[in-house]
């Protein structure tokens, strides 16, 4: 498109647009878009040389999303396709973003949200996402999972499109990820490394890289190291959580939808699912705040807990590269920030007194 002197503007329109040759076709004036992806793939610049300096250590980093997570990427496909086909209202179950980014993309194609959420375990930026975009919000005694069944059977009897991401578009618009982390990388990375919930994007990943493959885009794939809470690791213990627990609610989980896709996943490419303590989740979410100036959300830190854990038995070789998805903004769950780093120190109104503080003095 010709901008202003002559010079040539490529611009971004979002994911669908950017990649419709691998997507499901849908027409122009359907498209729902906030511009979601498109997010930058950020070398790590201080954590080699604490964790590994002999591998390579990249984060995509999603929580630059328009709502803050990648749950967008496949709302916007889940929309735009639900809005193609007339619908005018959307539901989901959610441990927080699904409802923020649903309740966004719903409001932004004028139609309806309803989302239901698990009493008193969501982040509060979440919450107020979900509100603030005019969602019907219900907070459901009762966890995730319960929530889920309870959507899927509404979405099955009454006219509104369930947007979980056993939605078969949501998948398809997470996979872009891939593309462009292969599309900057000019190669799938060595290893591939995320959080699993309820495994959908470990699944969506894996299809996109493979599709690649196929399209002969990439000349290998990676493997998919995929990453759940101690607390709530139905992949890793083979058998569902009844009561799923950890501090990184968006992977509170203990019946994923797509399990067996996820299982799958790892199996096919070669890699694991494994699972990490909350305290080691904590511990790299800080570590990654204070040494690489990028903030995620818990969940998102597993990838870097996972990453420490492999590395400390020696599971990377010498140029290992390494993509590890961060999934969420830290903004969304800043209690735990509070709560992982030290109180801010209380001065008297002085210069002396700061200058002391500052060790100037
Ligand atoms: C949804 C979500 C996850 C889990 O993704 P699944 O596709 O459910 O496995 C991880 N982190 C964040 C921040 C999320 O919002």
Known sequence: MPGEGGLVI???EGVIKRYREFLPEIDDRHIITILEGNTPL??????GKIINPVIEIYFKYEGLNPTGSFKDRGMTMAVSKAVSEGSKAVICASTGNTSASASAYAARAGIKSFVLIPEGKIATGKLSQALVHGAVVMQIQGNFDEALVITREI???YDVTLVNSVNPFRLEGQKTASFEI???LGAAPDYH???????GNITAYWKGYREYYDAGKIKKLPKMLGFQAKGAAPIVLNHIVKEPHTVATAIRIG???SWQKAVAARDESGGLIESVSDEDIL??????ASNEGIFCEPASAISLAGLIKLNGRGFFKKGAVCVLTLTGHGLKDPGNAIKVSKEPVVVPCNKNSVLKVMGLK
């Open 10 to 12: 490529n611009k971004y």
């Open 42 to 47: 950020i070398k790590a610049c201080n954590l």
């Open 155 to 157: 979405a099955k009897d």
């Open 182 to 184: 292969a599309d900057e």
């Open 193 to 199: 490394i995320l959080p699993v919930g309820n495994a």
């Open 255 to 257: 019946n994923p939808a």
């Open 283 to 288: 511990k790299a979410y800080a570590l990654l």
